[in-house]
């Protein structure tokens, strides 16, 4: 049996912080890395476009021998991954999986929340989408959530002014908006990719007691359970230890914007999708 890298997609360098959480837990398997840069970000697209772009990246990965896709985007997997999953993979590539991140998030939300009143901060795409709505209700029915689009986070991110002092202004408006929409809030999803780089800021606005949630660390233990239960899946990925990345922009730009995500230099090669 042939046996490809695990394939991690994201629309620019945010899923770096799910990638690095996945290479933390699971060390042993090869890994590919698509940021599709060029059109990143993807939050202020619509579901059609979403859907195309990431579908696009989605058929490169396969093409490079993925036999498993992670959209280690929130807005991918909000716009385009049920699309994917139910209408693609069934005719034109039934032997492969493609997962994303909200299910698992949502899966360990409930059991860290108290008050089961949940904060989002997220892209506007993933609010509008009410995924993680969807998907908290359907595992805990009596749960309140509330979510908040924060606009200039991946911008902030993206420019490398995420730990500068013009940023403060707009990370403690954004939470102010979400605390001010239900005070009962006692854990906040950073349904963002981008958003731990900027978690310090993030716990210096917050009030304490509030347990927030960055996805790499959740990400990473729930596939490597999804691995447990498809050993079909686990003996078909290859387990040299490698990391590959591809971005759709120029190599140089993302390796030197990669090392902020991943603290290490990487190399990286040009590819287009379309
Ligand atoms: N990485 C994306 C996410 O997790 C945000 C960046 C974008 O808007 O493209 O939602």
Redesign the pocket.
């Known amino acids: 049996m042939k046996q490809g890298s695990i394939g991690v997609f994201?629309?620019?360098?945010?899923?770096l912080t799910i990638l690095d959480g996945i290479r933390q837990r699971m060390p042993q398997y090869d890994y590919i890395y698509l940021g599709d840069n060029a059109r990143?970000?993807?939050?202020?697209?619509s579901f059609d476009v979403v859907y195309e772009f990431t579908l696009q990246a989605v058929q490169k990965l396969f093409e490079l021998g993925c036999p498993l896709v992670i959209l280690?985007?929130?807005?991918?997997?909000?716009k385009a991954l049920r699309s994917i999953q139910q209408n693609f993979l069934p005719e034109h590539a039934p032997d492969r999986r493609v997962l994303g991140?909200i299910r698992p998030t949502a899966e360990v939300v409930g059991e860290l929340s108290h008050t089961h009143h949940i904060g989002v901060l997220?892209?506007e795409?993933?609010i509008r989408s009410r995924s993680y709505n969807l998907e908290i209700e359907k595992l805990y029915p009596d749960s309140t959530i509330v979510g908040q689009a924060c606009p200039m986070w991946?911008p902030l991110v993206?420019n490398n002014e995420f730990d500068k002092p013009g940023a403060d202004y707009f990370v403690k408006d954004s939470i102010d908006k979400l605390l001010a929409q239900d005070s009962l809030i006692d854990t906040i999803i950073l349904?963002?990719?981008?958003?731990p780089l900027l978690l310090d800021k993030i716990r210096r606005y917050l009030p304490s007691g509030i347990t927030v949630i960055p996805q790499g660390q959740y990400i990473a233990t729930s596939l490597e359970d999804y691995l447990r239960r498809h050993s079909e899946m686990d003996q078909r990925l290859s387990r040299g230890g490698t990391c590959q990345y591809f971005t759709t922009e120029s190599a140089t730009k993302f390796r030197e914007s990669a090392s902020l995500f991943l603290h290490e230099e990487v190399t990286a090669q040009h590819i287009a999708l379309n």
């Not at 990143?40 to 697209?45: D, S």
């Not at 280690?72 to 909000?78: D, I």
């Not at 349904?191 to 958003?195: I, Q």
């Open positions: 994201d629309s620019g360098y945010g899923g990143a970000p993807y939050g202020t697209r280690g985007c929130n807005t991918a997997s909000a991140v997220a892209t795409g993933t991946v993206e349904g963002c990719t981008h958003y």
